[in-house]
Structure formats: structure tokens, C-alpha cells
């Protein structure tokens, strides 16, 4: 980080998207998609072969809201936004330069991309519907950066979450997991954010004598 924290040269490696796609799906549909659950469960052609890929659908809601003309609003509530991931191979960087931060990641690098297009392409020559989507990759689950290890040479955090050499630093959140869980990340989260909260109780436990004469007491 430039002007900050130094010692820590495994930081802003092993960034992941987690192999996440979004795309607007043209189903033209006859019914009026905006109504119901928000998002569908996971779906697979039949003889699909990519069982690394998650697909879901998701409906295009709260358009009552939304300051587009009738006509628009009447062609989204057809339409429905495709999403697919099924976990990457962590190798995006994360870099800070001249006061920019800029993520470094390619998509022909990461092998579940060929998947997610091959099994997006089945499912657009079976429906006969079309996706479209940016050229590069949308995440709603970034994770590492910060990532899990035995000492600053293989990574930036070690098995309590706290920063290696730079002591009472702590990381809870998805920067600091070593690799892209597929699914979705937020039960992996949550037991490595509990696995720090633990770990550094214990600790301050340990480093109140008066804490553990009133454990004793009580």
C-alpha cells in the first residue's frame, strides 16, 4: 500500500472474483417475470457436462421505481438477469499505483469462464434466447488480497486472522481466503470471521490475569 503498511510483499496476490458471470437474459417471455421470488433455484441443462457451473435467475424487480418509460418497464418485466459462477483459480491481482487502486484480472486465465460460456451457450441454443453481458467480469464476491498462510513469504495473515508483523491488525472478511470456495462465499465467511473472533478471545483472555481470576471466582 503506498504510504502505508509495508512487510507484507504476498499483498493484493491471489485476488478472486470467484468466477462470477451477470448477463441480461432475453427470454421474451410470456409472463410477467418480476413477480415472485427474486431469485430462482439453481438450474443445469440435462446433459449439461460443466458441473463446476452454478446457474441461477434472477428476476428484474422494483421497476415500478424506476424513472424509464412504460414501454421499457412492460419489455424488463419479460426479460430476467442470468447469473453463473463456480469458483475461479485466484490468480487477479490487487494494485495500488500512483494513488489508484486497479484490479488486475483475466478472464481467459480462468478456466471456469470456458465453462460458464459453453454451458450459457447450450442453454441460449436450446431456449432459443439470447445474453448479453460486459466484455469483462461483474463479482459481487471478491475475496482475497490478504490472504491465509504460514508466514509473510506464502501469505499476509496467519491462522488467528491477524496481520504478520503488524501486530493487533486483524482481517475477518473474504480478503483473507486463499482460494474461491465456488459457491457462494458467505458461510465461508462466516466461519472464518468466527474462527478470528474466537481465537482472539481467547487471547485477550489469556492476557487479563484479572479476567481469568473472575472466570475462577465465577
Known amino acids: 500500500i503506498e504510504g502505508g503498511l509495508c512487510g507484507m510483499p504476498r499483498l493484493g496476490l491471489k485476488f ?14 410470456t409472463r410477467d417475470l418480476s413477480k415472485g421470488m427474486p431469485i430462482a433455484s439453481p438450474f443445469r441443462l440435462k446433459n449439461s457436462t460443466n458441473e463446476r457451473v452454478i446457474v441461477l435467475r434472477a428476476s428484474i424487480q422494483g421497476l415500478d421505481d424506476v424513472p424509464v418509460p412504460v414501454m421499457l ?10 447469473i453463473a459462477f463456480g469458483g475461479d483459480d485466484s490468480n487477479g491481482q490487487a494494485v495500488m499505483q500512483r494513488g489508484k487502486f486497479t484490479i488486475r484480472y483475466n478472464k481467459h486465465e ?14 441460449k441454443a436450446h431456449t432459443r434466447t439470447k445474453i448479453y453481458a460486459p466484455r469483462h467480469p461483474v463479482t459481487v464476491h471478491p475475496m482475497g488480497g490478504a ?3 504460514t508466514s509473510n513469504a506464502n501469505g499476509v495473515v496467519g491462522a488467528d486472522g491477524e496481520v504478520f508483523d503488524h501486530p493487533a491488525l ?3 472478511d473474504s480478503s483473507a481466503l486463499p482460494a474461491s470456495p465456488g459457491g457462494a462465499p458467505s458461510l465461508t465467511i462466516a466461519a472464518w470471521s468466527a474462527n478470528v473472533a474466537d481465537r482472539l478471545i481467547k487471547k485477550l483472555q ?13
Open 16 to 29: 478472486s472474483g470467484n468466477g462470477d458471470f451477470f448477463g441480461v437474459w432475453k427470454e421474451n417471455s
Open 147 to 149: 490472504c491465509l498462510g
Open 170 to 172: 486483524y482481517i475477518a
Open 73 to 82: 418497464k412492460r419489455w424488463l418485466r419479460k426479460q430476467s438477469v442470468i
Open 110 to 123: 480462468n478456466s471456469i469462464y470456458k465453462e460458464i460460456d459453453d454451458e450459457l451457450d447450450n442453454i
Open 206 to 218: 489469556a492476557s487479563d490475569p484479572a479476567d481469568n481470576d473472575r472466570q475462577a471466582v465465577a
